[in-house]
Every structure is written in structure tokens, then in C-alpha cells.
């Protein structure tokens, strides 16, 4: 099946530096894909949508210059968290929708734990 | 009021019992439905899709679709503590590449050996 992969899965950084989460789809092109946020025992909320050649949209109270998003090519979408704090340690997770082949599912990234010191 | 209505649980059940999860909506537009189960700090894994309303079944999982009572339902059959994971609830307003998802709050669901 469609394979979503996500890099690094943990990183550790102080406060005030950049961090980049890479999302890559594996096996299928992705125009579309999506970034999550979620905190511990909540559920996933949609940070952005991030589209290939183009601007990411960005939901309502996401700061987008916090929060830079790059989709360069079909099968990769990156996550800047940009000048981290501690309030933005949390779990990112990545998506990206299958094309007619996988039924347009959407498959998932297995998540980065951002801990900000 | 949130988009999608889901009880967080925790849900505690014995090995080889029925679990019901159950999710509401308030937006009639939605029409694609779907099922998660995520494990601790891993991303969600597909186990239903549904477009209509009715039942859909695969192996001991059945979703079921109300679109007239905006509810629908994930029933397991014989559980087991490998079931044991937060299950979530999500929908969209098409099945497009580029329609985004909104998810329930998720139910923690553990099912006792």
C-alpha cells in the first residue's frame, strides 16, 4: 500500500533555533498534503495544507511565518517550525491523499515529537 | 460547537466484548466518512472508509453511516488487547486529493486480557 514516510521522528532543539520535518510519499504522487498538530491526548488539528508549486493554505490562527511550509516536487512537502519556543513542542504529523490507484485515501506520516528547550 | 463531536473515553472493555465508538456532526455537507486507529506517538492508520449511509464491514470492524441523525458508529467484534489504541473519528466534504479532513477528538479504547 501507499507509504507515507516522515523524518526525523524525535528532535530535540533549544529555544530560538529552526527545525525541518521532511514528509516524503513513497509510492505515489502527492499534489496535496497536510500538516497536523496535535497535543497529548487530543486529536489531529490541521495546521495547513500545503500544495505542490504553490502558496500553503493556512488555517485560521496558524501563523504562517512561524510555520513555513515547502512543497518543492509531488513527493515531498517540508515543515519549518521557525525560531522554536516551548510552546510549539508537540507531536507534527504529516499526510498526504492517494490518487484514484488508492482510492484517494489518505495516508499518514508516523509523526515528529518536536521538544523545545 | 465543534464540527465533529467525539467522546474522548477513556473506554474500558473486556477481551471478546463488543465495542461501539460513536462520533456526531453538525455539518450535512460532510460526505466522506472514515475511521483512524493511532497508536502512542505514531500517525493514524486507515481502517474504514464509508461514502453513504448504511453499513460497511470488514473483518470484525463495521461502520455504520446516518447521515439523516449526522451519527455514525465503529462497532468491533471480539475485541482484543491489540485493539487496545485512540480511535478517531474524521470526514470531509468530498473525496478529492485536496478536500481536507476534520477529526473527532478521539476515544481511548482498552480492552482488558
Known amino acids: 500500500g501507499a507509504v507515507v514516510s516522515q523524518h526525523p521522528s524525535w528532535v530535540i532543539c533549544k529555544s530560538g533555533t529552526s527545525v525541518k520535518i521532511e514528509c516524503r510519499s513513497l509510492?505515489?504522487?502527492?499534489?496535496?498534503m497536510f500538516w497536523y498538530r496535535q497535543f497529548p491526548k487530543q486529536s489531529l488539528m490541521l495546521m495547513a495544507t500545503?500544495?505542490?508549486?504553490?502558496?500553503?493554505?493556512?488555517e485560521q490562527g496558524v501563523e504562517k511565518d512561524k510555520f513555513l511550509i515547502n512543497h518543492a516536487s509531488l513527493t515531498l512537502s517540508t515543515l519549518t517550525v521557525t525560531s522554536a519556543h516551548p510552546e510549539d513542542s508537540s507531536f507534527y504529523i504529516c499526510?498526504?491523499?492517494?490518487?484514484?490507484?488508492?482510492?484517494?485515501?489518505?495516508?499518514f506520516g508516523s509523526g515528529t515529537q518536536l521538544s523545545v528547550l | 460547537q465543534k464540527e465533529v463531536e467525539q467522546d474522548p473515553g477513556p473506554l474500558s472493555v473486556p477481551e471478546g466484548a463488543i465495542v461501539s465508538l460513536n462520533c456526531t456532526y453538525s455539518?450535512?455537507?460532510?460526505?466522506?466518512f472514515m475511521w483512524y486507529r493511532q497508536y502512542s506517538r505514531k500517525g493514524p492508520e486507515l481502517l474504514m472508509y464509508?461514502?453513504?449511509?448504511g453499513n460497511k464491514e470488514d473483518g470484525r470492524f463495521t461502520a455504520q453511516v446516518d447521515k439523516s441523525s449526522k451519527y455514525i458508529s465503529l462497532f468491533i467484534r471480539d475485541s482484543q488487547p491489540s485493539d487496545s489504541a485512540t480511535y478517531l473519528c474524521?470526514?470531509?466534504?468530498?473525496?478529492?486529493?485536496?478536500?481536507?479532513?476534520?477529526f473527532g477528538s478521539g476515544t481511548r479504547l482498552s480492552i482488558r486480557p
Open positions: 499526510s498526504a491523499r492517494g490518487n484514484q490507484a488508492t482510492n484517494e485515501k489518505l495516508f
Open positions: 455539518n450535512s455537507a460532510f460526505q466522506y
Open positions: 500545503s500544495n505542490e508549486g504553490s502558496k500553503a493554505t493556512y
Open positions: 464509508t461514502y453513504s449511509s
Open positions: 509510492d505515489f504522487q502527492a499534489t496535496t
Open positions: 474524521a470526514m470531509s466534504f468530498s473525496y478529492s486529493s485536496a478536500s481536507k479532513i476534520i
